[in-house]
């Protein structure tokens, strides 16, 4: 069974910066994998992929955090991170980590692509 645990959320001020990290605790895949961060927030047609990394290590950003954002990945430490930089009040949300292993292509941006994915850590960005 997978299972994905997020930690680091919290409260930051605007223009500060946190870094989540997801840590694949059970059922973790050597194989090629995408795994990507999401976010939930109120007025979200459906939750929003901010970042993802494929197994070859490239990475894709929502045009809101580009630039701003890294994500990265731990392969020794089976974990994945969020390093998340002049933060706004608009990146407000709960986020959570996704994943898909023995993946043949591409990565997707849709949240029911990925068939495993953690509880999510809120972060809130005050003004």
């Known amino acids: 069974q997978v299972r994905l645990v997020e930690s680091g959320g919290g409260s930051v001020e605007a223009g500060g910066g946190l870094t989540l990290s997801c840590e694949v605790v059970?059922?973790?895949?050597?194989?090629?994998?995408?795994m990507a961060w999401f976010r939930q927030a109120p007025g979200l047609e459906r939750d929003e992929m901010v970042a993802?990394?494929?197994?070859?290590?490239?990475?894709e950003y929502t045009d809101s955090v580009r630039g701003r954002w890294t994500i990265s990945q731990d392969i020794a430490k089976k974990s994945l991170y969020l390093h998340m930089d002049r933060a706004k009040p608009e990146d407000t949300g709960r986020y959570y980590c996704?994943?898909?292993?023995?993946?043949?292509?591409?990565?997707?941006?849709?949240?029911?692509?990925?068939?495993?994915r953690g509880q999510g850590t809120q972060v809130t960005v005050s003004t």
């Open positions: 996704a994943a898909r292993f023995d993946v043949t292509g591409g990565c997707s941006n849709h949240p029911l692509w990925f068939p495993y």
């Open positions: 059970s059922g973790y895949s050597s194989g090629r994998k995408c």
């Open positions: 993802v990394i494929d197994g070859d290590g490239a990475t």
